[in-house]
């Protein structure tokens, strides 16, 4: 089960560009693990960019697993996976 959130975060990468952390509702959230990545087209019929997901455990105070992509330079939360 899962619950889409769809709001912008601040994401923290390291020299590799691997994402580290990122910031949400001003909560900081340490990747722990890296999931998996892909892409899928942003409305294609409009010519608008493709998204970059990526799947990852975090922690803050307990750990979970949340869903990120990016859409251009900005990144937004997706969805946070039970």
């Known amino acids: 089960m899962s619950k889409l959130v ?3 975060v601040k994401v ?3 020299k590799e560009s ?3 952390a990122f910031i949400w509702r ?3 959230y340490r990747v722990l693990e890296v ?3 892909w892409r899928e ?3 294609w019929w409009n010519t608008k960019a493709m998204r970059l997901f990526i799947r990852v455990n975090a922690k803050n105070s307990s750990t979970g697993t949340y ?3 990016r ?3 900005q990144w937004f939360l997706s969805r946070v996976l039970d």
């Open 41 to 43: 087209p942003s409305d």
């Open 6 to 8: 769809g709001e912008p």
């Open 12 to 14: 923290h990468q390291n």
């Open 18 to 20: 691997m994402i580290t």
């Open 35 to 37: 999931i998996g990545w």
């Open 71 to 73: 859409l251009g330079e």
């Open 67 to 69: 869903e990120l992509y």
């Open 26 to 28: 001003k909560r900081l």
